[in-house]
């Protein structure tokens, strides 16, 4: 197994509180593939650098963040990776293999 850390920034519609349950149900995909959740780290919401277009006429400032690190196989993180590409409430994810 290898060691992953995985920004995730979600869109600034979904409510705080729904970010924590929103970023789990993701997870599951981590923990039904035999890896393990080491830490999730819930940043809130921050100002993004630079805005980010969704849509033809929209573009976002700001998003909530979300870290987490996780310990799976390749093609693991790469199906969760794809799922919240997919998720329209996911606007950015960033995959980095951690040095083990």
Do not use: C, F
């Amino acid at each position: 197994m290898r060691k992953y850390e995985i920004m995730v920034l979600v869109r600034p519609e979904v409510d705080d509180r729904q970010v924590p349950a929103l970023i789990e149900k993701h997870l599951e995909v981590i923990t039904k593939g035999g890896g393990t959740v080491d830490n999730t780290d819930v940043w809130g919401r921050r100002r993004l650098a630079y805005d980010i277009r969704i849509e033809t006429n929209l573009k976002i400032t700001e998003a909530s963040y979300v870290v987490l690190q996780v310990s799976t196989e390749p093609a693991t993180v790469a199906e969760m990776d794809r799922l919240m590409t997919i998720d329209e409430r996911i606007v950015r994810t960033k995959v980095l293999r951690l040095e083990s």
